[in-house]
């Protein structure tokens, strides 16, 4: 019979664990993802087809064979990974390719009008990119970020293949010790929940926060609408950044 023994000498510290490898992960696909994002967009062709390249084969790679390539093969080129950063660097580099194609739509997205003020500014690519580009596309790289990231959250529990004692390996041990396959399983899907539940409620709170920069504010049926000027008039989103800029 499964007890709170078992739950704080197992789940808990899984639990700590699942929080690593998610963080870290997502952090090293938050980099691949705008590095990989704005090379796409580079007027170099050779920048957009090396990014383009990485884009095509990581998002048709399987993260589970990724993992086991990097534990298992990685070793025979003279290069030995832990566990857990094994499957930090797996999840890290295929989530970080999906992350990738969110950052060049976001981007594509902003009104050409806004560049082109840039450009009547005289400001340079980074300038653009900084100042008005960035500030606008972030707010809309949030909700499928959001999603990338509850995503990235229920693929951690591949990493408990690899030996790496997460939520999923501690509650595999626990059912083989005990012989309770539906409490623990249940336990693990609740604890999943909590934690997509959580990285929601903030990223929703993120995105409050990034569209109130850019002079939006949440409308009626729970979007967003733009800020009304002055005289009632509606100013478009990234006016404040752009008029940033020009201070």
């Known amino acids: 019979m499964m007890s709170s023994e078992f739950f704080t000498a197992w789940f808990l510290p899984g639990v700590w664990v699942t929080c690593q490898v998610t963080v870290y992960a997502a952090a090293l696909a938050a980099a691949v993802s705008f590095g990989v994002g704005l090379a ?55 989530y970080g390719a999906y992350g990738s194609e969110i950052v060049r739509g976001s981007l594509a997205a902003v009104s050409p009008a806004q560049r082109e003020a840039g450009i009547a500014l005289n400001f ?10 960035l500030p606008q596309a972030w707010p809309e790289m949030i909700p499928p970020f959001n999603n990338l990231l509850v995503e990235l959250l229920k693929g951690t529990a591949l990493v408990s293949v690899i030996t790496v004692a997460d939520m999923t390996f501690a509650g595999n041990l626990v059912r083989l010790g005990t012989n309770e396959t539906t409490p623990v399983y249940t336990l693990l899907l609740v604890l999943y929940f909590v934690l997509a539940f959580l990285i929601t409620r903030g990223m929703r709170l993120l995105e409050r926060r990034a569209k109130a920069g850019v002079g939006q504010r949440p409308g009626k049926t729970g979007g967003t609408a733009p800020a009304s000027g002055a005289r009632g008039e509606r100013v478009p989103a990234g006016s404040q950044s752009t008029a940033g800029g020009t201070a």
């Open 40 to 94: 796409r967009g580079s007027r170099l062709w050779i920048v957009r087809f090396v990014a383009g390249t990485y884009f095509e084969v990581f998002r048709g790679m399987s993260a589970l064979v990724l993992m086991f390539w990097m534990f298992f093969a990685l070793p025979l080129f003279g290069w030995q990974l832990a566990p857990m950063w094994a499957g930090v660097s797996a999840l890290g580099l295929t």
């Open 124 to 133: 340079s690519r980074l300038q653009r990119l900084r100042l008005i580009e």
